[in-house]
Nanobody, 131 residues
């Protein structure tokens, strides 16, 4: 059974950084089962259809939405079966609940990850950026 557990959210000021993590179980990141992506849901809004970042199976390919490119970095640690999202130079518009998702293996390619590609969701972690 696929399980994803996010952690590391919090409240920061604009320009600061946060590292959020997604611990996976029920499958192995090193094998070609699932890609891992991050989606977000801003306060009072629907969860965004398009993910902000994605890492392919075996970590060979990464994707970033234009809104986070150059500020966010996704990575994985196969020994810990964990995916990380390092978020730098955070902006108030990054405020959201961030959800980790297991995706079909090819979801990171092309236009990037979208909600129909999701196989399983984590419970989410809150990120608040405010002065």
């Amino acid at each position: 059974q696929v399980q994803l557990v996010e952690s590391g959210g919090g409240a920061v000021q604009p320009g600061e950084s946060l590292l959020i993590t997604c611990a996976a179980s029920g499958f192995t990141l090193d094998l070609d089962y699932y890609a891992i992506g991050w989606f977000r849901q801003a306060p009072g809004k629907e969860r965004e259809t398009d993910g902000v970042s994605c890492i392919s199976t075996r970590g060979v390919f990464t994707y970033y939405a234009d809104s986070v490119k150059g500020r966010f970095t996704i990575s994985s640690d196969s020994a810990k079966n964990t995916v990380y999202l390092q978020m730098n130079n955070l902006k108030p518009e990054d405020t959201a609940v961030y959800y980790c998702a297991a995706l079909y293996p090819m979801a990171c390619y092309g236009p990037g990850p979208r909600i129909p590609d999701v196989v399983s969701w984590g419970q989410g972690t809150q990120v608040t950026v405010s002065s």
